[in-house]
């Protein structure tokens, strides 16, 4: 399981891609940041850049240290990016697991069955595979994670067991950086929450 990790920030300082920034910003561990907007606003390269998963200019430190002093995988470990629509490579969603000590202590905590990680990743319904792609981004050095719309394509039922799992990780000292088209995700989840506008972060709360 995700042990309580110290207090720390990641520092967002102008960061600049694809006509996209500058965008500041600074998120501390056990907080969870919203960003809401329009489509096609840039909230996903906002959190792309920030992964370091497309090119970008500017500076993100994490307690202070800068990201090119990390391994770019290593980054990435520690902050981490989840799309709203799931990337698998192998046959089986246990092929996906490097950590199934951790794969079995999340797995009822969002309601699925164990059995599940033997399936053929083809079986899976959209919800199950969103869910579990949580899971397998949960290492143990993870410090902050860069949600993008990933609740989008759940029942309400499911939506609220996730959110909880995210209060879970939030009380562990994870960040959350979470991007949402829901006003009633915000309400119930955002620490604070910023609008993204014609390339600016407004604080609304
Ligand atoms: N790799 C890329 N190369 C060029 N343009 C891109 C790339 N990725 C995104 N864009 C463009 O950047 C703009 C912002 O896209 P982005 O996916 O960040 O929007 P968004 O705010 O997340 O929208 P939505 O709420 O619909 O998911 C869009 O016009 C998109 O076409």
Redesign the pocket.
Known sequence: MIELRNQSTLSVRALFA?H?GPYSLEINSGSCVVIT??????????LRMIADL?PNAGQVFLDGKERNSFAPSEWRKQVTYIA?ESGWWAKTVKEHFTDLEMAYYWLPKFNLKEELLDADVVQLSTGEKQRMALIRAFSSKVRFLLL??ITSALDPKSVIVVEQCIQELQKQNIGILL?S?NMEQVKRLATSHYQ?ITDQLVLCS
Not at 37 to 42: F, I, K, T
Request: aromatic fraction near 6%; glycine fraction near 16%; proline fraction near 0%.
């Open positions: 694809l996209h907007g329009e489509s096609g606003a840039g909230k996903s390269v906002f497309i709203a993008d719309e991007v088209h993204l």
